[in-house]
């Protein structure tokens, strides 16, 4: 069965790094965009970044832009994301999601039928 288990997150001080990752199993992964999204306390879902099956195009929320790198490994089955510049407001609970075939809308999140159990980041000073 499709599997995504995130990992990575943790505590970092405002203008810091982490590093995520998410390791896929169950499925081809190398045929399916992947996207980041978030959920900050109290507060809805947020699409993140977006990356095509191949890595070739890569998507960003005007939120984290410049910021945050998408990317992948097909090899690996895995996806990450590089965030640098860390803000009190990029904490949330990260998610990893697989789309649906045939994406046609990455910040769509109903595009997207499988999804990981989430890391928290916490950026705090």
């Known amino acids: 069965q499709v599997q995504l288990v995130e990992s990575g997150g943790g505590l970092a001080q405002p203008g810091g790094s982490l590093r995520l990752s998410c390791a896929a199993s169950?499925?081809?992964?190398?045929?399916?965009?992947m996207s980041w999204a978030r959920q900050a306390p109290g507060k809805g879902l947020e699409w993140v970044s977006g990356i095509y099956s191949d890595g070739r195009d890569t998507y960003y929320a005007d939120s984290v832009k410049g910021r945050f790198t998408i990317s992948r490994d097909n090899a690996k089955k895995t996806l990450y994301l590089q965030m640098n510049s860390l803000k009190p407001e990029d904490t949330a609970l990260y998610y990893c999601?697989?789309?649906?075939?045939?994406?046609?809308?990455?910040?769509?999140?109903?595009?997207?039928?499988?999804w990981g159990q989430g890391t928290q980041v916490t950026v705090t000073s």
């Open positions: 999601a697989k789309s649906r075939p045939d994406l046609s809308a990455y910040a769509n999140l109903d595009e997207y039928d499988y």
């Open positions: 169950g499925f081809a992964f190398e045929s399916y965009a």
